[in-house]
């Protein structure tokens, strides 16, 4: 065996460093069909043949170089590759056009090429990225294991990302203490912040340690431009708040009405409702001031015939016309307990009165008797 591939070594020798020799094919260890050094045509040319079925091994003193394994895998680097081509280094790859970088070419038909990290030894994957896609086209770029376990899948063709677990921005250490397993998280040192945009309106969502905007620290949410922010259910909007303050709830319709900032449709239920008055002047214990002039009886009778309601309150065409507050119906109201107790106060008076009256007027009668 030696002596033969010595005799191939320097017939090959020969043959490459000598101008006047030329060869067909030269063959080693006595078999022309398996074990041979030749050439194939190529147009206007020749190509170079080597055919070794044990494998062919290019090396330098550095160590194996290139080697070709007799299952077809050949390896950069590594005298064991595992895979078609394994290359066990670094690649450097110069861009030109078409192609930035690696290019990978499809199929006719249906096709799916990917790029996967390996363990130590070759035989299990770790995970990496891959594409899969019809004649001329990308249907779905993922990363993950497999295409039904992946970590995130990019839809060229429908421009979607879909990320399948939890999502850090700014942090790897996701809060979440309920374990869900869809959880987005953006983290800033001191402030950060989601966005909602379209060619005219910005809205977001915001964390902020020291506040902004007027608001306090604490979570903020609403719109950046002069725009109203709506609360939706169902479909259907539910609460908008104004640019100009005002709320509105079960409309979307503006209340034009300066003096307040809530509307609310179909009305409010509540166990409590507190009312509260900017000052002593707002409440009605006025009435029992000295100088306070309390209409008669009289002047209360006329006016109710001629208005057909009670002095200082509003008739049923101003209430629905302007509706009733509800701080300053309370005190009016008030009011008028508070004059009715002056007139049974005075009513309580003129009766002792007319009992005194009465009572001496029986003592004169009977002393006539």
């Excluded at 030329?22 to 398996?34: A, E, I, M, S, T």
């Excluded at 376990?149 to 942090?171: E, H, M, Q, R, S």
């Excluded at 200082?312 to 005190?331: H, K, T």
């Excluded at 009513?347 to 029986?362: G, I, R």
Aim: charged fraction near 20%; aromatic fraction near 10%; charge should be neutral.
């Amino acid at each position: 065996m030696k002596k033969t591939l010595s005799i191939f070594g320097l017939i090959l020798c020969t043959s490459l460093f000598s101008q006047d020799i030329p060869f067909n094919k030269l063959y080693g260890n006595g078999d022309p069909v398996h074990y041979y050094l030749g050439h194939y045509p190529v147009a206007n040319s020749d190509g170079l043949d080597i055919n070794w079925y044990g494998g062919i091994k290019l090396q330098t003193s550095a160590g194996v170089g290139i080697q070709l394994l007799d299952n077809g895998n050949v390896g950069i680097g590594t005298a064991d590759p595992k895979a078609p081509l394994d290359v066990k280094g670094r690649i450097l790859i110069n861009p030109e056009l078409p192609v930035l970088g690696v290019g990978i070419k499809g199929y006719d038909t249906y096709w799916s090429r990917g790029y996967n990290f390996m363990s130590s030894d070759g035989t299990v994957n770790l995970g990496g990225f891959s594409a899969v896609g019809p004649k001329d086209k990308i249907d779905r770029l993922f990363v993950g294991k497999a295409w039904d376990d992946t970590i995130a899948d990019f839809y060229p063709l429908d421009k979607k990302t879909v990320f399948n677990g939890n999502v850090g921005i700014g942090t790897s250490n996701i809060e979440n203490s309920e374990g869900w397993n869809k959880v987005l998280q953006i983290r800033g040192d001191i402030h950060s912040k989601i966005l909602a945009s379209s060619s005219n309106v910005i809205a977001g969502l915001w964390a902020h340690n020291y506040g902004y905007y007027g608001a306090p620290a604490g979570g903020i949410t609403g719109t950046y431009t002069n725009h109203p922010f709506s609360f939706i259910t169902n479909g259907s909007n539910k609460m908008t708040i104004f640019s100009s303050g005002k709320i509105t709830i079960g409309t979307a319709q503006q209340d034009n009405d300066p003096n307040f900032l809530l509307y609310v449709k179909k009305g409010i239920k509540s166990e409590q409702v507190k009312i509260e008055i900017a000052s002593a002047n707002g409440w009605a214990d006025y009435v029992f001031n000295k100088n306070y002039k309390l209409l008669s009886l009289s002047e209360v009778e006329k006016h109710i015939e001629e208005k057909g309601h009670l002095p200082n309150i509003p008739s049923a065409e101003e209430v629905v016309r302007n509706g009733v507050n509800l701080g300053e119906m309370d005190a009016k109201l008030l009011e008028k307990i508070e004059e009715l107790t002056l007139y049974l106060i005075q009513l309580n008076k003129d009766v002792k009165q007319l009992k005194e009256e009465n009572k001496e007027l029986k003592k004169t009668m009977n002393s006539k008797k």
